[in-house]
């Protein structure tokens, strides 16, 4: 089972890593849900940890509709964030009419390659996600996480089964929403996952 634990500082990665996370994702400004983390504390985490570490690329709080400009940012952290070696990176980007904004998305993942590219949390704001699935994997997208549009995955088990079952093994599906060490055990039994992520799962 992989624990990818969500941290704001170096210093939360470093204390994941020691309690046994296998991957981290990286953020500031957990109060907004996460922005892209800065060159210097991801290079550190590199240069630092042993695990893998998963920046969020965000420019900022609030929806996920973004503009232009706002789109111009993301690619840039993404050409920094490639050059320094990292793996995968977090992002998700929905329309005003909230459908996935496909278009901009696969030019992000083209540009993220050979990062793998991760949709985050913006997947349960859309009305049906399984409708979304297969679009995302054509384009190349890795791995979903999500609660099942709702608050805990306790709650959202059974869309977050019916979206492993959609994406049969094509993208994973990361399991989100107050999983925690406590009761990562119950969830496991419950959901079908091998890849699970929370703030205290370590």
Known sequence: MIKEACVEFFDGAKRAEENGANRVE???????GGTTPSYGTVKLCLEKLGIDIFPMIRPRGGNFIYSDDEIEIMKEDIKVFKNLGVKAVVFGILTEDN???LKQMEELVNLSHPMEVTFHKAIDELENPLDWIEDLIKIGVKRILTSGCKATALEGKDMINKMIEKANGKLKIVVAG???K???AELEKLIPANEFHGKQIV
């Open 99 to 101: 459908k996935i904004n």
């Open 178 to 180: 107050k999983v925690t």
């Open 182 to 184: 406590e009761n990562l």
């Open 26 to 32: 990286l953020c500031e400004n957990l109060s907004v």
